[in-house]
Nanobody, 123 residues
């Protein structure tokens, strides 16, 4: 069983930046895709971005394209989410996710979740 640990959340003003990190440990040999989802109060968990380990392909939700960038550390099973030009509507708990499938969507493909990290963007 893989374990995912996130870090880097916090409070930032509108237009600011934050960088989230997610480190995987344990049974990571089967992981093929890692990514980020978020959940705002009263809303469903939604896809944000994903990185396919083999091939390096990335995908983004339309709402974050051009503002967020997902990347990885080539020496560790770690992914990062650089979030720029943050908006109040980006406020949510951000969850790291991992899957043995090459596709992290649909959400039922996610096999491992992190504990979540709060991102709050003030206006």
């Amino acid at each position: 069983q893989a374990q995912l640990v996130e870090s880097g959340g916090g409070l930032v003003q509108s237009g600011g930046s934050l960088r989230l990190s997610c480190a995987a440990s344990g049974g990571t040999f089967s992981i093929r895709t890692m990514g980020w989802f978020r959940q705002a109060p009263g809303k469903e968990r939604e896809f944000v971005a994903a990185f396919t380990w083999s091939g390096g392909g990335t995908s983004y939700a339309d709402s974050v394209k051009g503002r967020f960038t997902i990347s990885r550390d080539n020496h560790k099973i770690t992914v990062y989410l650089q979030m720029n030009s943050l908006k109040p509507e980006d406020t949510a708990i951000y969850y790291c996710a991992a899957s043995s499938s090459p596709y992290i969507l649909p959400i039922r493909n996610v096999q491992y979740w992190g504990q979540g990290t709060q991102v709050t963007v003030s206006s």
